[in-house]
Nanobody, 116 residues
């Protein structure tokens, strides 16, 4: 059974940094592209970043480009999101996602709050 577990969220001041992790199990992690999404209160879940199975290709939403970096460690079955220069509008629950045979798998999410 595929399971994704996010961690690393918290409260941070504007301009600060956080590193999120997503530990995957129940799949051959190195074979799949992975994504980060986020959902702010009262809003839809939005795409943040994606990475190919080998890590060679990454994509970002315009709103986070230049501030966030997605990466992965296939030996540890773990996906990361380094978030720098955080802004109050980055406040959201952050989710990792993988698609296997057309089925979407999500983690439980980790809360990121950017506030002074």
């Amino acid at each position: 059974q595929v399971q994704l577990a996010e961690s690393g969220g918290g409260l941070v001041q504007p301009g600060g940094s956080l590193r999120l992790s997503c530990e995957a199990s129940g799949l051959t992690f190195s074979r799949y592209g992975m994504n980060w999404y986020r959902q702010a209160p009262g809003k839809e879940r939005d795409y943040v970043a994606g990475i190919s199975s080998t890590g060679g290709i990454t994509t970002y939403a315009d709103s986070v480009k230049g501030r966030f970096t997605i990466s992965r460690d296939n030996a540890k079955n773990t996906l990361y999101l380094q978030m720098n220069s955080l802004k109050p509008e980055d406040t959201a629950v952050y989710y990792c996602k993988v698609v296997l045979l057309g089925v979407f798998y999500w983690g439980q999410g980790t809360q990121v709050t950017v506030s002074s």
